[in-house]
């Protein structure tokens, strides 16, 4: 069943056309990723689908957004409610300069949660999907940036799986990660697929092959091709994509 | 004439440069220890503590420190919130359209503006026309119009540096514009806020000319924001220039230098902080 369902969606940033006519669907609980060259607008695309676009400026969009049936494009359309549920992971661990703590339950107190046990519950529930109770359950009045790499970048996913969303937007969240917490990240992401629908952008294509169920392919603007991660690796039906994929291109 | 060598060149360069520091360093702590070497003998308790008596010839000068700090409390009270909005308005809420450039220009005007000159707007506007009369609250008032450039400025400054990714990752858990701003940005702006505003408290101390118009130069001591009050600078100016005495304007001069010292010395801390926490 698609969670998400675009269908010929264009973008532009004042004149340039940064995305055309891209249709796809987006399955529930599975992981999709989107590789391609820089500037293909898989980041664009990306943001596109919570509307974050919405904080540039003279950006211009046509076509439709459905997220469980609805046109988020459609004026009118309650922006905070559409980033609850379709949240983001960022290139760069991002966390609050606050305490680990005020980091997780920002999402929460953004959205008028009060009540101390409420939060308790919900931090615990969090830390524990990203696994850094065990390591910060006595550091919770720690200053988040004194953190390593790895566990902001888990902070800033508990923080966003505190707002209970149904997707997860991820831009390359392990770009600024080593190795061994690279691969942490992708086992994390795949026990998080059981609960949310995940859609990650990257340029490692390694790891596209890895963590994802469907991949699909951005060039220039357009969805080359689109298929089971599998099918894409081991035989593309596009020459362009198999360009990309056999290293002869990007 | 025969060109210098560059290592030549170099040291004459570092002598110049050395000089022009010493010169303008030396020019500063002259001024300061003349200021302080006629002026510290004076002070006492007393003098702090007393209200001036003889049109200030003899006396302390507390009713004048008095109406210093009442008329500086009242123009940071009013121009800190104006001018703490207006920089937030520029800087999160526009998105640098021509309106935002002709808010920040007109600011930029109304720094460049003598202080006398809103010392005769004060005076028209709001001791005449609005009829508060000579009193604090036309000198704050007043007072309040010079320090906004400095607000905005220092604090569209600060709110600036917070990282830009604070804001996108707030927007991205689905919070409003002003969640955003009194949650993240405000919070990680605030000592550079706090460090703007500590800098217009030192300029509104020394502030004279503004005053003299608005605010009176009464040696009472001021009971509400309608009396009329004389600041330390005031007095300073009236005791030197009309004669009555100079050991008295060189004693208040002493206290305000102290004081201007001193919260500069608060200011370059708190930046110092500041900046710690951002690099």
């Known amino acids: 069943m698609a969670i998400i369902e675009v269908r010929d969606l264009n973008f532009y940033y004042g004149k340039f056309q940064a995305l055309k006519g891209i249709s796809l669907d987006f399955a529930v609980n599975k992981i999709t990723a989107l590789i391609g060259p820089s500037g293909c607008g898989k980041t664009t695309f990306l943001r596109s689908l919570n509307r974050m676009t919405d904080l540039i400026e003279d950006v211009r969009v046509t076509g439709t957004v459905l997220i469980d049936g609805e046109d988020i494009y459609r004026p009118g359309t309650d922006l905070l409610a559409l980033r609850k549920k379709v949240g983001m992971v960022f290139q760069r661990p991002n966390p609050f300069p606050l305490s680990v703590f005020d980091n997780v339950v920002y999402g929460l107190r953004v959205h008028g949660v009060r009540d101390g046990k409420v939060l308790e519950e919900k931090l615990m529930r969090s830390l524990e999907a990203v696994h850094l109770w065990d390591e910060l359950k006595d550091r919770l009045d720690d200053d988040a940036l004194k953190l390593s790499g790895e566990q902001q970048q888990r902070l800033c996913i508990a923080r966003l799986v505190a707002v209970e969303p149904e997707i997860l937007l991820m831009d390359e969240p392990c770009s600024a990660l080593d190795l061994a917490a690279t691969a942490n990240i992708e086992d994390l992401m795949a026990e998080l697929k059981k609960r949310y629908t995940i859609v990650i952008v990257t340029h490692n294509m390694q790891q596209a092959a890895r963590v994802s169920d469907v991949t699909g392919y951005f060039l220039l603007g357009e969805l080359v091709e689109i298929g089971e991660t599998r099918q894409i690796f081991t035989n593309p039906q596009d020459a362009r994509t198999e360009d990309y994929i056999t290293g002869r291109f990007g | ?279």
């Open chain 2, 1 to 279: 004439m025969k060109r210098l060598g560059p290592r030549v060149e170099q040291k004459v360069a570092q002598a110049g440069l050395w000089t022009m520091t010493l010169v303008t360093v030396g020019v500063l702590l002259f001024i300061i220890f003349f200021i302080l070497r006629r002026g510290l003998p004076v002070l006492s308790l007393e003098f702090l503590t007393a209200n001036p008596a003889d049109m200030g010839k003899s006396g302390g000068i507390f009713s004048t420190i008095v109406g210093t700090v009442a008329l500086s409390f009242l123009a940071i009270l009013i121009a800190a919130p104006l001018g703490v909005g207006t920089a937030i308005y520029l800087t999160e809420y526009t998105w640098g359209g021509p309106l935002t450039r002709v808010i920040r220009f007109g600011a930029e005007c109304l720094a460049g503006i003598p202080s006398i000159i809103f010392g005769l707007f004060g005076f028209i506007l709001f001791v005449t026309k609005l009829k508060f009369g000579w009193s604090i609250l036309s000198g704050g008032l007043t007072m309040a119009f010079m320090l906004l450039p400095t607000i905005i400025r220092t604090s569209e400054e600060a709110i600036k540096s917070v990282p830009p990714a604070y804001r996108t990752v707030s927007f991205s858990l689905g919070s409003t514009k002003w969640q955003t701003v009194t949650r993240v940005v405000l919070p990680s702006a605030l000592p550079g806020i706090v460090t703007g505003i500590v800098l217009s408290v030192g300029r509104s101390i020394g502030e004279t000319a503004a005053t003299i118009f608005t605010a009176g130069s009464a040696l009472r001591m001021p009971t509400s924001i309608f009396s009329s009050t004389r600041p330390m600078s005031v007095h300073f100016y009236i005791l030197a220039r009309e004669g009555i005495s100079m050991s008295n304007a060189y004693g208040t001069a002493a206290v305000l230098i102290i004081a201007i010292l001193g919260i500069n010395i608060l200011t370059y801390y708190l930046m110092n902080r500041f900046i710690r926490k951002y690099s």
